[in-house]
């Protein structure tokens, strides 16, 4: 399938701000049988200083701007045009849970794609007992890893209300979870700690969700921003699995990703440091429309 993304980003400041410096991940990347770029833009009002992009160690499109000036205002605008292919759901080829340790342990790999990476707790997502306990019990006695981690996909959104309004960019999985609210991001959160409390490796995914859906078939939630969802490690050959605990679904045609990290940290849209008072307002607009 062909899509058209649009994507708006603006912040506008009490008072003008000097010596901003930002890293950016907001561009669509290639991924082999998953996913190719067309065509992509990406653009800063007013125009930085200083622009550069390189690949991060997880592969992430990031572009380094620096500005000099004061300004009191920053839009960034990418437009893409990018082939999704439509993919049949996989053959549970996973191993048991115990047997996905014994995989991992005879793996030396440190590569960008290794389980090893997304196995211990990473900078926005603790261990934590409740959750582990939460995920133990929601899998039951699942025959396959696959198994496991779609059957927590299905209990997180059982089991979550999304609410737009009860956490903040900043909330702990801990406190979505206590919650039982929150919207992707906590929600792939939630999933993330509770699969690495059982041993499977498990990591964030950041990107967009069509807009329009096919007639007939219901809006997805999270459609309207930027979309977060959960990336499991199903074995050797299996390999890496994509679940969106939002919706309650593989991912598929539907999803476009952004880039791949162990949670929000690695893959945040922007993140930077400036010199101001006052605060700031931000908005976002996220269009992902089906070329015919």
Not at 155 to 160: E, G, I, S
Not at 268 to 283: D, M, Q, R, W, Y
Request: hydrophobic share 45%; glycine share 8%.
């Amino acid at each position: 399938m062909l899509y058209d993304v649009r994507l708006e980003m603006s912040y506008d400041y009490d008072a003008p701000v000097h010596g901003g410096r930002h890293l950016v991940r907001v561009a669509p990347i290639t991924i082999p049988g998953v996913q190719r770029i067309v065509a992509s833009s990406l653009s800063f009002v007013p125009r930085p200083e200083r622009i550069s992009t390189f690949n991060d160690f997880f592969g992430n499109l990031a572009t380094e701007i620096a500005y000099v000036e004061p300004h009191d205002s920053l839009l960034i605008r990418l437009s893409a045009r990018v082939h999704v292919e439509e993919l049949a759901p996989p053959i549970d080829l996973s191993p048991t849970i115990a047997g996905l340790h014994r995989e991992i342990s005879g793996l030396w790999s440190v590569a960008a794609g290794s389980p090893h990476h997304f196995l211990a707790a990473s900078p926005r997502v603790a261990l934590d007992p409740a959750i582990t306990a939460y995920a133990r019990a929601a899998i039951g006695a699942a025959p396959s890893v696959l198994a496991a981690v779609t059957t927590l996909c299905l209990a997180v959104h059982r089991d979550f209300t999304y609410d737009t309004k009860a956490t903040k960019v900043s909330t702990a999985p801990a406190e979505a979870f206590a919650l039982r609210r929150g919207v992707c991001q906590d929600f792939a959160h939630i999933m993330i700690a509770g699969l690495r409390g059982l041993g499977i490796p498990s990591g964030y995914v950041s990107g967009f969700l069509r807009t329009n859906p096919p007639e007939g078939k219901p809006r997805l939630e999270g459609a309207d921003a930027m979309h977060a969802w959960v990336r499991a490690w199903c074995g050797q050959d299996m390999g890496w699995v994509e679940f969106d605990p939002t919706n309650a679904i593989l991912t598929g045609p539907d999803h476009i990703a952004i880039g791949h990290g162990r949670d929000y940290a690695d893959v945040s849209p922007i993140v930077g440091v400036l010199k101001t008072h006052g605060s700031h307002e931000a908005k976002q607009s996220v269009d992902v429309l089906r070329i015919q």
